[in-house]
């Protein structure tokens, strides 16, 4: 009995420890070495377009607009990558995707985005890089100019979702509050294709990179992620 009681005790020690190293949502970016690979240097534990996606003395690229998805689905996870925008870059990270043959409607698109680009800085703030996209701005822009590399990291606990960029925080969502598909809680409209609450997405699905977006490409490295509680 007392050695249950001590094995249990050191168990909580170590889950407190745990969480304690981790706040949510998070203060500064990881430590994310040691960390699962997102995408496999072979690709292999994705989905993906054939001769599209290929890495490049460890920088992922595509050659058109297609996404790589995992074949792996995660819930509760803190997601931790670099990237480079060109100029006029759109892309973004696409979280809880439970259709990848009709992920726009399905998912929860955390954008990247040139925001010096005019295109985009004329866009709706929502469009803007950390944006979820189409639902939450950033609280500010905080993306460097292309050519760059940028680090993000984003955290998935259940319906809450944190975006830190650069080391500064600036983007927090809770999918409980998006109950309509087509006005935000803030009374603003919300693009037409994104046609589902987000109130009603599942809270697990494929994480995926959207490719070579509106002609412009995008890089990523060091793509790390890790399970939480």
Not at 145 to 162: A, D, F, L, S, V
Not at 166 to 175: A, R
Not at 203 to 227: E, V
Request: net charge positive.
């Amino acid at each position: 009995m007392r050695h249950a009681v001590v094995c249990l005790a050191i168990c909580l020690a170590t889950t407190l420890a745990a969480r304690a190293a981790d706040p949510i949502p998070p203060k500064a970016h990881p430590d994310s070495k040691g960390w699962e690979n997102l995408i496999a240097p072979d690709l292999s534990n994705t989905v993906h377009p054939k001769g599209v996606w290929s890495f490049d003395h460890g920088v992922l690229t595509a050659t058109e607009d297609q996404c790589i998805w995992t074949k792996k689905e995660y819930e509760n996870f803190v997601l931790d990558l670099e990237f480079k925008n060109a100029p006029g870059t759109n892309s973004g990270v696409i979280v809880y995707c439970s259709d990848a043959q009709n992920w726009i409607p399905n998912s929860i698109e955390i954008q990247i985005a040139d925001d010096f680009a005019e295109r985009w800085a004329k866009s709706p703030k929502t469009w803007q890089c950390a944006a979820i996209f189409g639902r939450l701005a950033p609280t500010k822009s905080a993306v460097k100019k292309p050519g760059q590399w940028n680090r993000m990291t984003i955290t998935c606990r259940g319906p809450m979702i944190y975006v830190l960029l650069n080391g500064q925080p600036v983007t927090e969502m809770d999918m409980r509050k998006w109950t309509d598909a087509k006005k935000n809680p803030d009374g603003s409209e919300i693009p037409p294709w994104l046609s589902k609450p987000a109130a009603g997405l599942p809270t697990k699905g494929r994480i995926g990179l959207q490719g070579k977006h509106a002609g412009a490409p995008i890089y990523f490295r060091n793509l790390k992620i890790k399970s939480i509680e």
